[in-house]
């Protein structure tokens, strides 16, 4: 997209909003971002990003946010189980971003919603235009269905739209699916919900900011819904090899394994999108780490 200027992003307290904050950054763009906190904003500011006051359940915070912002990228989300709260931030919050920004004059609002929209566990054999489980029994996984449900109306009223579905988010410092998985299974053992040969799909937090820079410039990804993955990888590929370096062992579960594997291609093919951090890198990072570690309860 041609003379973008001013990117407002949500969701920056979380690693994988604030690697696609410093990623729009680098490719020119003033960053402005969503805070609710004094300290969120100190951290921004920090990072060289104009923070803006205001909050996805109080709608009337929002039009300072958005105004003069010619993108949104909206990745802030509610991951808990709490149905009330992941319904008035994830559903109607993305709801009243998406009309702010639509009565503002946005050129374009990417939307980072997650593979969980079509079901947690996620079925196999995934596609773009899968169906989403709005019935979902977790709330979040419900409210990020209807999310994109919401998000459509108001794209039919004239909001140019992006949808990203990543799978699990990885990085070494301050992911779920990175370093703290690692301290997860130093401390508590090999999870009892997953089976070695269960399949779920990833991306490097760092791909995924490319992914995001991507969707929010490239002409072609007005309108299109990506699944934002890098590799659909087997659990005795990512964990064990960490509990094998936590000098610990694991065990499957007496089921048969899930696999949740999905099409992998059209962002490449589309958006020209191509990966820089390895599956294969990651471990080994990971791996370096949990073998740094001391043996709990050990000196």
């Known amino acids: 997209m041609a003379d973008v200027r001013m990117v407002l992003v949500t969701g920056v307290s979380g690693h994988a909003a604030g690697a696609m904050a410093a990623r729009l950054a680098a490719g020119g763009l003033r960053v402005r971002v969503l805070v609710r906190t004094p300290a969120q904003a100190r951290v921004a500011v920090q990072a060289g990003w104009q923070p803006v006051t205001g909050d996805l359940s109080a709608p009337g915070s929002l039009g300072a946010a958005v105004e003069g912002a010619d993108l949104v990228v909206h990745a802030a989300a509610y991951l808990g189980r709490d149905k009330d709260l992941a319904e008035a931030v994830n559903v109607e919050g993305t709801r009243q971003l ?137 659990i005795r590929d990512y964990f064990v090899p960490i509990m094998t370096a936590l000098g610990q062992p694991f065990t499957a579960p007496d089921r048969d394994p899930v696999l949740s594997r999905c099409r992998i291609g059209k962002i490449r093919t589309v958006l020209g999108y191509v990966p820089r951090q390895t599956f294969g890198q990651t471990i080994a990072e990971l791996t370096a780490l949990a073998r740094s570690m001391p043996v709990p309860g050990c000196r």
Request: aromatic share 6%.
């Open 98 to 234: 998406a009309r702010v920004a639509l009565a503002a004059g946005v050129r374009r609002f990417v939307h980072i919603s997650t593979m969980s929209v079509h079901g947690d566990p996620q079925p196999d054999g995934l596609e773009e235009d899968s169906p989403l489980a709005t019935g979902d029994a977790h709330p979040y996984v419900a409210a990020k269905a209807a999310a994109e449900a919401a998000l459509d109306t108001v794209r039919s009223r004239g909001l140019p739209t992006v949808v990203l579905r990543p799978g699990a988010i990885c990085s070494l410092l301050n992911s779920r699916w990175g370093d703290e998985l690692v301290a997860r299974l130093r401390q508590s053992g090999w999870p009892a919900a997953y089976h070695p040969g269960d399949v779920i799909p990833w991306v490097h937090t760092s791909d995924l900011a490319e992914m995001t820079w991507l969707a929010a410039t490239h002409p072609a990804a007005e309108g299109e819904v990506f699944l934002a993955v890098d590799r659909c990888v087997a």
